[in-house]
């Protein structure tokens, strides 16, 4: 295994460290397809950041797109609450919108900055041990950095808030009465979101993200008992995909983002088909007792 497939492996945890955690409050709080909504919002938010500054800094485009990504989904949760449609065709007719907004603007206004759609879509993690950055004089790899400090923030927030967090997505009502601050916790899981679906964007782009976010938070649902047990299964399964998926791909000479992706996919089926306590086994069980019963 050479230096470049470990730093592409290292990038594909991290962020799969980072999307897992956040996965499994989204899934838990049935809000999985806020990461499919950020990470489509992110484009235009990239794209007005380059037309506002004319740069292409890594940091500035991470904050703008994370700031417009939050304002979008906020604008998504009023329209949602108006009444005036139902969750599903509000995100199914806001950020679809907003991710052609962001493919016109790379095409018309930004196409001489090298943000190229393939890229913006699909991402190239391939290509992360080529982006350096200098630190203290020493060139690393930029995507280690990002993905590690969203990781790194990730984890932060999770000890941090745990309690408030948990109550927030195992008993909102609970959590609401007791004063733990679920509007808070609701605002951070949000802004958390936005801010590593935009980091995902360069490696994975804003399709495969998704896949990061939910399926092995899917994965750690089906396996654990308890919250902390569902995001330990989650990480852990996030970083056998990312080391399985990357050298499956280098043997199949295929895509490493896609390959992580459907090495998450089987992790998930293999958890399904075996996992004791809700796989298909119990499942199977129940509906046998309940047609004797």
Do not use: K
Request: proline letters at 3%; aromatic letters at 6%; charged letters at 10%.
């Amino acid at each position: 295994m050479s230096a470049d497939d470990v730093v592409i492996i290292l990038t594909a945890g991290l962020l799969g460290t980072a999307c897992a955690m956040l996965g499994c409050f989204l899934v838990l709080r049935r809000q999985a397809l806020l990461s499919d909504a950020m990470s489509h919002a992110a484009l235009p938010g990239i794209v007005l950041v380059y037309l506002i500054t004319g740069q292409r800094a890594p940091l500035t485009m991470i904050l703008g797109a994370t700031a417009f990504g939050v304002v979008c989904v906020l604008g998504y949760t009023a329209l949602r609450r108006s009444g005036l449609l139902g969750p599903d065709a509000a995100i199914a007719l806001v950020f679809p919108a907003l991710f052609s907004l962001g493919v016109v603007g790379v095409s018309r206004h930004a196409s001489g900055a090298h943000l190229d759609l393939d890229a913006a879509v699909y991402g190239e993690i391939t290509f992360a041990p080529l982006r350096t950055m200098a630190i203290l004089g020493v060139d690393v790899p930029r995507s280690l950095v990002i993905t590690g400090l969203a990781a790194l923030s990730v984890l932060a927030v999770v000890l941090v808030l745990w309690r408030p967090l948990q109550a927030a997505t195992l008993d909102p009502e609970f959590a609401r009465v007791a004063g733990l601050g679920s509007r808070v916790v609701d605002r951070t899981v949000l802004v958390a979101t936005a801010l590593v679906a935009v980091t995902a964007f360069e490696s994975v782009g804003a399709i495969l993200v998704v896949t990061f976010f939910i399926v092995p938070a899917a994965t750690g649902g089906l396996l654990a008992v308890r919250l902390d047990g569902m995001l330990a299964i989650a990480v852990t399964s996030a970083w056998v995909a990312a080391i399985a998926g990357q050298r499956l791909a280098v043997g199949l000479n295929a895509s490493i983002a896609g390959t992580v992706g459907l090495t998450a996919v089987g992790l998930f089926v293999l958890a399904l088909l075996f996992g004791r306590r809700r796989g298909l086994p119990r499942t199977f069980r129940r509906s046998a007792r309940e047609a004797q019963g």
